[in-house]
């Protein structure tokens, strides 16, 4: 079956302009995730989703990102007001989110955002 | 504190060898999860392998099989049998859960490369 999607595989934006990058899970999979990737921080969790629900958002690195997730599918990571140390690859992943289980989080391809 | 350490930044290692890359990880919680990613030069992040702190037998999958040491908090992961398409990032994860949120912690990876 299909993947975890995400667009745009590559965005670059100038600074102070807002991005949003989407994300399409796994078809069922109820749990949805935000990570981000950069030289200097590695992989780094961003928020967490449970349905449309994020139980909590003190991952997320300022008041500039915010995300949400509608219908128990599609997500968006949205940041505000970009800056240069914005600049990462955001992953998403997926899973079952079923209690007691492997609960394995597959990944998507990636957004790679540079801000000029 | 840091809970994934991956101590070996890079490796080396001739095509048909096996290789082995260390993981150790710290929690007090008796519940978790340990999970290796491959994430090739194309950046998508590839589940591997996953053991259960419970689990009784070392998990295995294919050409890879996981050497969890429960007591000393090491799950090394062992490649068998090296190919050329095994050069890759490999990252050790944990699973925890946070404020009803649940994650993944990475450690910093290990870059692998086999030799002809």
């Known amino acids: 079956g299909a993947g975890v999607s995400q667009s745009p595989s590559n965005k670059v934006t100038e600074k102070g302009k807002d991005v949003e990058l989407r994300c399409d899970p796994i078809s069922g999979h109820t749990a949805l995730y935000w990570y981000r990737q950069s030289l200097g921080q590695g992989l780094e969790f961003l928020i967490y989703?449970?349905?449309?629900?994020?139980?909590?958002k003190s991952g997320l690195p300022s008041d500039r990102f915010s995300a949400e997730r509608t219908g128990g599918s599609v997500s968006t990571l949205t940041i505000q007001r970009t800056q240069q140390e914005d600049s990462a690859v955001y992953l998403c992943?997926?899973?079952?989110?079923?209690?007691?289980?492997?609960?394995?989080?597959?990944f998507g391809p990636g957004t790679r955002l540079t801000v000029l | 504190a840091q809970k994934i350490t991956q101590t070996q930044p890079g490796m080396f290692v001739q095509e048909k060898e096996a290789v082995t890359l260390d993981c150790t990880y710290d929690t007090s919680d008796p519940s978790y999860g340990l999970f290796w990613y491959k994430q090739p030069s194309s950046g998508e992040m590839i589940f591997l392998i996953y053991?259960?702190?419970?689990?009784?037998q070392n998990a295995t999958e294919g050409r890879y099989s996981l050497n969890f040491q429960k007591a000393r908090k090491s799950a090394n992961l062992v490649i068998s049998a090296s190919q050329l398409g095994d050069s890759a990032m490999y990252f050790c994860a944990m699973r925890e859960w946070i404020q009803g949120a649940q994650k993944l912690v990475f450690g910093q990876g290990t870059r692998l490369t086999i030799n002809p």
């Open positions: 053991q259960g702190s419970y689990d009784q």
């Open positions: 989703f449970q349905g449309n629900s994020a139980p909590d």
């Open positions: 992943a997926s899973s079952d989110g079923l209690a007691g289980g492997e609960d394995t989080q597959y």
